[in-house]
């Protein structure tokens, strides 16, 4: 953003709200640059990933996002205190180094236009050359309060009418353009807010139109979220936008939760001490993330008999749409090449299919059975040869059944009823 120009006092008086609008917004992004620096110098690390106890369904669910991001995020639900917000926030920690082009705001792929910003597309259009340079993974947080304008970005109105360029400032959308969008309390989003967001994450892209102006961006992210279900519920189709759902609880075992307390007093006491007490434990996972990643890329085998048993699953449960049947095959493949292996087995599925699924079952309020419980018993029966033969036997009786009634209708009697005596041939 650049500042605006001082007008003379004969400006119309629609042109003074505007020019005073949009200094307004430059001082605001002024004053953000300002303080930046000095809110990074004091920023205290984030606690240690491999130092939060307990919790093991979401901090593989994490995990697995991050070998393979194309899963589709998670969502975390569960008590207050149950360390949701600092387990994605520790998640910065072990996301990988990303190629950029450097000092653009969109965190453009210098390889892929798709990817890129309206500047650095022109650019490479252009057949000018990209400086690269390497980032880490973004990961932003959306705040509750947050607006419109602060999601999608503004366009500086003055400028565009005075020069004739589109003056664009970035919002939170543009800056986690191939990183990860982190929503706390996301069932306490407000629905205008939330189907921005969706729209985005459908489409991949981000369009800001004002006064006739319109600006197009790549926005192409993994939501995470977290929030308490006793606050309130999320919206279907913001479900559907997670790949995979963790309900979390409070920790009961005494150890894990002394453990836990004493670590969260050792980092509020010193936490760079703490962090450097973690370092060796978290170069060991971050280097397990960095060889998952490799292996998933050099390519994890899955059988058509085990994509047939998933489909089933889906099926029977009436999932809708087809998003449920791709996340538990690329969760399986990722949780395969995390464990160091290079072919999916029936656990592994066992494993990730209540992670992946429970979230898309339609609710009953009444049933006393959880959605989780629901596709782990299911998946439990159609594994078992046993269970299968039993079905098919039921399935043949019924169709044999189904044949005698359709048979003594054609013969226009009920089936059942009396044939007479027998006579004699």
Not at 75 to 85: F, N, V
Not at 149 to 160: L, N, Q, S, Y
Not at 287 to 294: F, Q, V, W
């Given at each position: 953003?650049?500042?605006?120009?001082?007008?003379?006092?004969?400006?119309?008086?629609?042109?003074?709200?505007?020019?005073?609008?949009?200094?307004?917004?430059?001082?605001?992004?002024?004053?953000a640059v300002a303080i930046a620096?000095?809110?990074?110098?004091?920023?205290?690390?984030?606690?240690?990933?491999?130092?939060?106890?307990?919790?093991?369904?979401?901090?593989?669910?994490?995990?697995?996002?991050?070998?393979?991001?194309?899963?589709?995020?998670?969502?975390?639900?569960?008590?207050?205190?149950?360390?949701?917000?600092?387990?994605?926030?520790?998640?910065?920690?072990?996301l990988p180094m990303i190629d950029?082009?450097?000092?653009?705001?969109?965190?453009?792929?210098?390889?892929?236009?798709?990817?890129?910003?309206?500047?650095?597309?022109?650019?490479?259009?252009?057949?000018?050359?990209?400086?690269?340079?390497?980032?880490?993974?973004?990961?932003?947080?959306?705040?509750?309060?947050?607006?419109?304008?602060?999601?999608?970005?503004?366009?500086?109105?003055?400028?565009?009418?005075?020069?004739?360029?589109?003056?664009?400032?970035?919002?939170?959308?543009?800056?986690?353009?191939?990183?990860?969008?982190?929503?706390?309390?996301?069932?306490?989003?407000?629905?205008?807010?939330?189907?921005?967001?969706?729209?985005?994450?459908?489409?991949?892209?981000?369009?800001?139109?004002?006064?006739?102006?319109?600006?197009?961006?790549?926005?192409?992210?993994?939501?995470?979220?977290?929030?308490?279900?006793?606050?309130?519920?999320?919206?279907?189709?913001?479900?559907?936008?997670?790949?995979?759902?963790?309900?979390?609880?409070?920790?009961?075992?005494?150890?894990?939760?002394?453990?836990?307390?004493?670590?969260?007093?050792?980092?509020?006491?010193?936490?760079?001490?703490?962090?450097?007490?973690?370092?060796?434990?978290?170069?060991?996972?971050?280097?397990?993330?960095?060889?998952?990643?490799?292996?998933?890329?050099?390519?994890?085998?899955?059988?058509?008999?085990?994509?047939?048993?998933?489909?089933?699953?889906?099926?029977?449960?009436?999932?809708?749409?087809?998003?449920?049947?791709?996340?538990?095959?690329?969760?399986?493949?990722?949780?395969?090449?995390?464990?160091?292996?290079?072919?999916?087995?029936?656990?592994?599925?066992?494993?990730?299919?209540?992670?992946?699924?429970?979230?898309?079952?339609?609710?009953?309020?009444?049933?006393?059975?959880?959605?989780?419980?629901?596709?782990?018993?299911?998946?439990?029966?159609?594994?078992?040869?046993?269970?299968?033969?039993?079905?098919?036997?039921?399935?043949?009786?019924?169709?044999?059944?189904?044949?005698?009634?359709?048979?003594?209708?054609?013969?226009?009697?009920?089936?059942?009823?009396?044939?007479?005596?027998?006579?004699?041939?």
């Amino acid at each position: 953003m650049f500042p605006a120009r001082l007008h003379t006092a004969s400006t119309c008086n629609s042109k003074q709200y505007v020019v005073t609008t949009s200094r307004r917004i430059c001082l605001r992004v002024n004053a953000a640059v300002a303080i930046a620096p000095v809110a990074d110098a004091v920023r205290k690390p984030n606690f240690p990933f491999v130092r939060i106890a307990g919790q093991e369904e979401m901090k593989l669910a994490i995990c697995l996002n991050v070998v393979d991001p194309n899963i589709g995020g998670v969502l975390i639900m569960g008590d207050r205190g149950t360390g949701k917000s600092v387990t994605v926030r520790a998640m910065v920690d072990l996301l990988p180094m990303i190629d950029v082009v450097e000092g653009d705001p969109f965190n453009s792929d210098p390889y892929d236009p798709n990817l890129m910003g309206p500047d650095a597309r022109m650019r490479y259009r252009n057949g000018d050359k990209l400086t690269v340079a390497k980032a880490k993974t973004p990961l932003v947080e959306l705040p509750l309060g947050a607006t419109e304008d602060r999601i999608c970005g503004t366009i500086d109105i003055e400028k565009a009418l005075s020069e004739g360029v589109k003056a664009y400032e970035p919002g939170l959308l543009a800056k986690a353009n191939r990183g990860i969008l982190y929503v706390d309390e996301v069932n306490l989003l407000d629905d205008g807010l939330v189907d921005v967001v969706l729209d985005s994450a459908a489409s991949g892209i981000n369009t800001v139109e004002r006064e006739g102006i319109s600006i197009v961006h790549p926005a192409k992210f993994i939501m995470v979220g977290s929030g308490n279900p006793a606050e309130g519920e999320l919206r279907p189709q913001l479900l559907d936008r997670f790949g995979m759902s963790v309900q979390v609880q409070t920790i009961q075992d005494g150890a894990l939760r002394t453990q836990m307390v004493l670590d969260r007093m050792a980092y509020e006491q010193d936490p760079d001490a703490l962090c450097a007490s973690a370092r060796p434990q978290m170069e060991e996972l971050q280097k397990k993330l960095e060889d998952a990643r490799k292996r998933l890329k050099a390519g994890v085998r899955i059988s058509d008999k085990l994509r047939l048993l998933i489909s089933d699953v889906c099926s029977r449960l009436n999932v809708d749409g087809l998003r449920g049947d791709i996340v538990v095959n690329r969760a399986a493949k990722a949780l395969v090449a995390y464990e160091g292996r290079n072919e999916v087995k029936e656990d592994d599925i066992e494993r990730v299919i209540s992670l992946c699924l429970n979230h898309r079952l339609r609710k009953d309020p009444l049933d006393p059975i959880d959605n989780g419980t629901k596709v782990r018993i299911l998946f439990k029966r159609l594994s078992d040869p046993e269970f299968l033969r039993r079905e098919e036997e039921a399935k043949r009786k019924a169709e044999e059944a189904k044949a005698k009634a359709e048979a003594a209708q054609g013969s226009g009697k009920k089936a059942g009823a009396w044939g007479g005596l027998p006579g004699r041939k």
